[in-house]
């Protein structure tokens, strides 16, 4: 019995020793985690060297939780090992083999617990040289804030000298343009006075920069081109002589006072030019005047050909509408004339055995000129009273415009014909009047449908249907004339 309780008190001390290892073990490296991995810590980690302490730390953990693992492996090994004792125990005499394995224990448990205390001392440690990580980490941090606020003032200074350098560059370049301007402009007027024979009095150079002026090509005509320059330096060589005028106005040389100044004497030269037109005859009035009057003539010559045209084209025009007329009431005469022996053929037998046929009729609404109005049709299907044609059912319907397309083939046959589906809406006494009908018609027809009533008076069929397995469509044809009766001897 003290041997078990001696045994029990061992392991329960072991126990606790482990928990106490792994506890203190893993607190510090999640203390660690925390400290490393936390908010603060990610933004202040932006530079190199604190990627290398960062690699550092996480080598040093990975070492700490290999120490660990060993640890735990050694506590399992003593585990192990207990449980054999056990098994020993239970085999041998308790008392001598807890006399042999006492020591062995006290050995193990010493050697855990000094375990124990040389990782404490190392987690102190690797706690005290992060804490000093830290302080290096937000020291850097700290100077690189600094340093890039720093770099962030003198980028926007720079930025702003350059702003300010290319504002002075464009007014540089706008001065640069308008100097060229009033040089060519200046260049303009002292050619307009030599053009003009306007006497120019000059301080500098003589009529023959003058001459040489005029000669040179003009500033837009010489744009394109390099030959613009020449012009450029004969006025440049040219000193216009001002003492002429007043002082007064030889100190307007510049602002409003010259704008005004150069509007009047503008006023002024345009009221000359006016007086001296209007002081001056006209040399060439019976010219002009013999040029209009054969402008004149051709005017005249040239409105009796367009009316003569004009009347020729409406006397073509009457012709054609005349014809276009006369065809179109011979087409209505037929077809008006035929359409109501059609539909009553068409209708024949449709209310009943041995009925007659409905009525149809064909008006004009306009008989002088029939394109000014339609063409009005009037049905009236048999054992029916008189009603609009949008009133009828979908079946009287069909077969009223059947009769008129029949109708219309009295007047010119058609080589064939193609009805698709128009028994759609039709019963089956309609549907076997309406194939009679084509039965008897004088052109080849084509007819598509889906009611057996009409196909079967066909003389051929050509199905198509689907092959499933094929995804594709076929067709089948199939000869009825064969099963046709032979005609009568």
Partial sequence: AALAAEEARMRGEQRDVERRAADR???????????????????????????????EWRREREAA?????????????????????????????????????????????????QKEKDLGKGADALQSELQGLETKVRGCADLEREKERTLTGLRQVAKEHRQNIMALEKRLSDLDSEERALHDARADLLRRSVLEDIDVPLLRGGLEALQDLAEAPSQQAAAPTQGGDAGGEAAAGLAVDFSALPEEKQAAS????????EDEYKAELERLRVEMHRLSPNLKAIEQIQGVAE????????ADAARREIEDIDQRFEQVRQARKQRFVDCFTKVAAEIGHVYKRLTANTAGLHAEGGLAYLDLEDTEDPFNGGVKFTAMPPA???????????????????ALLFAVHAYQKPPFMVLDEVDAALDANNVRALAGYVEQAECQTIVISLKDRFFVRG???????????KETSAILTLDLSRYLPAPAA
């Fill in 384 to 402: 029916k009273r008189f009603r609009d044609m949008h009133l009828l059912s979908g079946g009287e319907k069909t077969l009223a415009a059947m």
């Fill in 295 to 302: 402008n004149v003539q051709n005017a005249a010559r040239d």
């Fill in 254 to 261: 510049t602002g409003p006072a010259a704008k005004m100044l």
């Fill in 25 to 55: 073990v893993k607190g510090h490296f999640a203390a660690l985690g925390e400290t490393a991995g936390g908010k603060e810590g990610r933004e202040a980690m932006g530079v190199a060297d604190v990627q290398r302490v960062e690699r």
């Fill in 65 to 113: 939780q290999a120490r660990q693992d060993t640890m735990a492996r050694q506590l399992r090994n003593v585990r192990a090992e207990l449980s054999m004792f056990e098994d020993t125990l239970r085999e041998k005499n308790p008392r001598v083999l807890m006399e042999e394995l006492l020591p062995k224990l006290r050995r193990e448990l010493v050697e855990a617990e």
């Fill in 459 to 469: 003389e051929a069929l050509v199905g198509v249907w689907k092959d499933k397995p």
